[in-house]
């Protein structure tokens, strides 16, 4: 059997013009791209009702609140990192690329079993490291379960099992029922 061959990486002019050919969504790290793999129906719901609460809003704000297909564009450690959240809510009237997003004021991801560590860990590294971020929600598709890590003089984190859920970028609150 013949050796793996290593994969060249790709630039990110390359992985931008590839994602607006493609079928499938991929995320990019440094040079190399990840598919992404599809969403179950109760994934898609539960962005659906945080996107459909927070909608209204956002109106009448400089703010957009944008649901799976809008990238955040991350530059952290020499590295440029492009990932799809299931949520983007971007305030800055500045940042209006039509295909990403650089300085978001909120990111949610919906927890898979596929996506947990990931989500936990590597995205969380690389979210707080935006200027820009205040608040970057965590939601558990398979229990009733927010996690909260939210900007203060440092990076805090609130679980959230009962009650409302907080959206300080819009200064709203959300009850869990709502959500999940």
Not at 55 to 60: A, E, F, I, K
């Given at each position: 059997m013949g050796r793996a061959q290593p994969v060249e990486p790709i630039s990110v002019q390359e992985y931008l013009a590839g994602e607006l050919?493609?079928?499938?969504?991929?995320?990019?790290?440094?040079?190399?791209?990840?598919?992404?793999v599809g969403a179950s129906d109760r994934h898609g719901l539960i962005a659906l009702n945080v996107a459909a609460a927070l909608?209204?809003?956002?109106?009448?704000t400089p703010c957009q609140l944008f649901i799976t297909d809008m990238k955040v564009r991350i530059q952290?450690?020499?590295?440029?990192?492009?990932?799809?959240?299931?949520?983007?809510?971007?305030?800055?009237?500045?940042?209006?690329?039509?295909?990403?997003?650089?300085?978001?004021?909120?990111?949610?991801?919906?927890?898979?079993?596929?996506?947990?560590?990931?989500?936990?860990?590597?995205?969380?590294?690389?979210?707080?490291?935006l200027p820009?971020?205040?608040?970057?929600?965590?939601?558990d598709q398979d229990r009733m379960l927010v996690r909260v890590h939210r900007r203060s003089a440092d990076w805090e984190g609130q679980t959230i099992s009962l009650g409302v859920v907080p959206f300080a970028c819009l200064n709203v609150e959300l009850s869990l029922d709502i959500i999940i």
């Open positions: 050919e493609s079928h499938v969504r991929h995320e990019y790290i440094d040079g190399t791209v990840y598919a992404m909608r209204p809003h956002v109106r009448g952290v450690k020499g590295q440029t990192i492009f990932y799809y959240p299931d949520l983007i809510l971007s305030c800055d009237p500045g940042d209006r690329h039509p295909y990403f997003r650089t300085s978001p004021c909120m990111v949610v991801e919906d927890l898979s079993a596929s996506t947990r560590r990931v989500d936990q860990q590597e995205k969380l590294a690389a979210y707080i490291t820009s971020l205040r608040e970057y929600l965590l939601i």
